[in-house]
């Protein structure tokens, strides 16, 4: 079964476009008006082996914050329709990054139960006209539609730029391992019988 979603969602701050495939060949086409992000999510899809199109127009003459979260939204409301029922799924997944001095981890549980564990500290408030207090928010909007456990940790770093693309890289290979079909699993990958 091919596992894609497409998400529409239009309010008056954004109208976003978003279709996802987990078993892709890391393409990314992507127009989201924040070149930051955009740069972040180009790193998350080829390092995930996704397929990711983003079409995103919001109101960035205000600031950055509610394209970034909505897009967060629509991308976990993607991942949650294409997983579907989770059959066969390794569940977790946990990936270390390093991005010249700075090392990322990210350990992600598909349980149904969403939570952001985030350990980290960003040097600088910016990067270019990026508020660095996105990443905390994009996260958190992404756990929460995904259904997702969701840790973050920055053992060390100093530059801004690359503890973030640590945590975006370590990001998608954690959730490639979790979404990962194992031919071990039988039915869904829990006690309870349900995800």
């Known amino acids: 079964m091919e596992r894609v979603a497409r998400i529409e ?5 954004t109208d976003i476009k978003l279709e996802f495939g987990i078993d892709g060949e890391g393409l990314a086409s992507l127009e989201t008006g ?22 995103a127009k919001g109101d960035i003459e205000v600031d950055d914050h509610h394209t970034s979260e909505d897009i967060a939204i629509c991308l976990g409301q993607a991942l949650t ?18 991005m010249d001095e700075a090392l990322a981890q990210v350990v992600v549980d598909l349980s149904n139960r969403p939570h952001l564990e985030f350990r980290a500290e960003f040097p600088s408030q910016k990067v270019g006209t990026f508020d660095t207090e996105l990443v905390h928010e ?10 997702m456990n969701l840790h973050v940790i920055v ?36 006690t309870k019988g349900m995800l």
């Open 9 to 13: 969602r239009k309010t008056n701050e």
């Open 34 to 55: 924040v070149p930051f992000l955009t740069h972040m999510l180009d790193l998350f899809t080829k390092h995930g082996q996704f397929n990711l199109i983003v079409d």
């Open 81 to 98: 329709q294409a997983l579907g029922d989770k059959r066969g799924i390794k569940r977790y997944g946990n990936a270390f990054v390093p």
């Open 138 to 147: 994009f996260l958190w909007k992404l756990a929460l539609e995904t259904r």
């Open 155 to 190: 053992h060390y770093g100093q530059n801004t730029h690359h503890i973030i693309e640590a945590i975006f890289k370590a990001l998608a290979r954690a959730l490639d391992e979790a979404t990962t079909i194992d031919p071990r699993v039988k039915g869904v990958p829990s």
